[in-house]
């Protein structure tokens, strides 16, 4: 069995304690975490280590960042996306566990449809394309998982009206995710869940979580064999309950042998 989480925790100096606690409670295999917000240097991993944490990091002072954690040893630890463009943000950190080559990603938000963050991000998104068809194989175990500040379709998202032509439901970002998905991947929480939601983010603002204004921005996409072997993918929406809750909540995934 092995169980895999990803977790945008939005600062994992201001979530440490939160995290800490709950990977002692879920205690998952693997976790993939986003927003960092440290450079490599200030990320805890003593802290993680000691709590028995192989870890790894591609971090960025105050913005981005991307890491995996592992119980068993990690190999082939390779940051970035490795086409050559130069790109100082700090979003994409892949490492082998076992048989399986892990994947994590922090795809660009986009801030508004039609500013140069936007078209940085569906660029983002073709770059992952090419590089998924460089450094993989979709007939071998691999999953690629994160915040991907894309919602798929409008069942992903409880008010869909409120959302409409934003860039996390723009047809343009649904298209480049479609995309990233017709590499060989598949979408875990649909092997699982058919309906509504679940969702994994609510806005801070308006009280989004108390009214349950939420998104499913976060994804496990794993290839076929991997998919195959998905006993139950699920959101830990507690996670966003409490005392300073990250925006997201953990998306966490079991697979058999």
Not at 32 to 41: F, G, M, N, P, Y
Not at 78 to 92: F, K, N, T
Not at 158 to 166: K, N, Q
Not at 226 to 254: F, N, T, W
Request: aromatic residues 8%; hydrophobic residues 40%.
């Amino acid at each position: 069995m092995l169980t895999l989480a990803t977790w945008n925790v939005n600062s994992v100096r201001a979530r440490l304690e939160r995290l800490l606690a709950w990977l002692a409670r879920e205690r998952p295999d693997v976790v993939c975490l986003q927003e960092l917000k440290v450079s490599d240097a200030d990320f805890p991993r003593l802290e993680l280590e000691g709590a028995g944490w192989q870890v790894a990091v591609h971090g960025q002072k105050t913005y981005n960042g991307v890491a995996i954690l592992s119980r068993t040893p990690l190999a082939a630890v390779a940051p970035g996306l490795g086409d050559g463009v130069a790109d100082p943000e700090a979003r994409l950190l892949s490492a082998h566990v076992g048989d399986t080559r892990v994947v994590c990603v922090y795809v660009p938000n986009g801030k508004v449809v039609g500013s140069d963050k936007w078209a940085y991000k569906l660029a983002w998104m073709r770059r992952l394309c090419g590089y998924l068809g460089r450094t993989a194989d979709p007939a071998s175990s691999l999953v690629v998982c994160g915040d991907f500040n894309v919602a798929p379709e409008d069942r992903d998202v409880a008010r869909p009206a409120e959302w409409r032509d934003t860039v996390l439901t723009h047809g343009d970002a649904r298209a480049a995710l479609r995309e990233i998905a017709a590499w060989g991947l598949t979408d875990l929480i649909r092997l699982h869940h058919t309906g509504e939601g679940p969702y994994t983010w609510w806005d801070y603002r308006m009280l989004g979580f108390p009214k349950n204004n939420g998104l499913r921005i976060d994804h496990i996409l794993a290839t076929k064999p991997l998919a195959a072997r998905c006993r139950e993918a699920y959101v830990v929406r507690d996670e966003r309950k409490g005392k300073q809750p990250s925006d997201h909540a953990p998306v966490v995934a079991v697979f058999g042998d």
